[in-house]
T-cell receptor, first 116, second 115 residues
Framework: GENVEQHPSTLSVQEGDSAVIKCTYSDSASNYFPWYKQELGKRPQLIIDIRSNVGEKKDQRIAVTLNKTAKHFSLHITETQPEDSAVYFCAASNVAVASNTGKLIFGQGTTLQVKP | GAGVSQSPSNKVTEKGKDVELRCDPISGHTALYWYRQSLGQGLEFLIYFQGNSAPDKSGLPSDRFSAERTGGSVSTLTIQRTQQEDSAVYLC?????????????FGPGTRLTVL
């Protein structure tokens, strides 16, 4: 069945450094790849997403890259700040409205700690 | 506007009892999803609603789990004869589910503890 693998499971960086989280997916029909940030005890919040017709997308300090051939995508956070500390989840989905449900298949999560 | 809301926020029950979890999606969102998040784990898909229909129930772990949606709005997830392994945070998400917008907005979740 569909599967998303996420690495690393934990990541500790110094404030100001960059952080990279990587995911691979199994379903070649996946065409939508969101990233969610979840702070302790809070709901997941979308931080960035990318569709399969785009190779890279950037929003301020956050960027996502997608390699469809290799079926992997990555989250890049530059100039990390202590408030970036949270659990990050990648997900994959087939969002073609006519024939699919759009359900998200999530990775296992990465706990990011940014040390001041 | 109001986001997705869920109730109760916490539920403690005894093994064998039935529980009902409620989700109020964002008004106008036709798609509604239920996910389960066990301690330290990722989110696991349970069921998808489009309007009041559930075309994908493939994630429900057993026939003790059921869900319904009425009026294209509120959804209820029911777990019968709860077991300790049902303990988790149950998250609901809604989406416009249009060709251009598939973002899923999550509720705060219901933390279920089965003693």
């Amino acid at each position: 069945g569909e599967n998303v693998e996420q690495h690393p499971s934990t990541l500790s960086v110094q404030e100001g450094d960059s952080a990279v989280i990587k995911c691979t997916y199994s379903d070649s029909a996946s065409n939508y790849f969101p990233w969610y940030k979840q702070e302790l005890g809070k709901r997941p919040q979308l931080i960035i997403d990318i569709r399969s017709n785009v190779g890279e997308k950037k929003d301020q300090r956050i960027a996502v890259t997608l390699n469809k051939t290799a079926k992997h995508f990555s989250l890049h956070i530059t100039e990390t700040q202590p408030e970036d500390s949270a659990v990050y989840f990648c997900a994959a989905s087939n969002v073609a409205v006519a024939s699919n449900t759009g359900k998200l298949i999530f990775g296992q999560g990465t706990t990011l700690q940014v040390k001041p | 506007g109001a986001g997705v809301s869920q109730s109760p926020s916490n539920k403690v029950t005894e093994k064998g009892k039935d529980v009902e979890l409620r989700c109020d999606p964002i008004s106008g969102h036709t798609a509604l999803y239920w996910y389960r998040q066990s301690l330290g784990q990722g989110l696991e898909f349970l069921i998808y609603f489009q309007g009041n229909s559930a075309p994908d129930k493939s994630g429900l772990p057993s026939d003790r789990f059921s869900a319904e949606r009425t009026g294209g709005s509120v959804s209820t997830l029911t777990i019968q004869r709860t077991q300790q392994e049902d303990s988790a945070v149950y998250l609901c998400a809604s989406s416009p589910r249009t060709s251009g917008d598939n973002e899923q907005f999550f509720g705060p979740g219901t933390r279920l503890t089965v003693l």
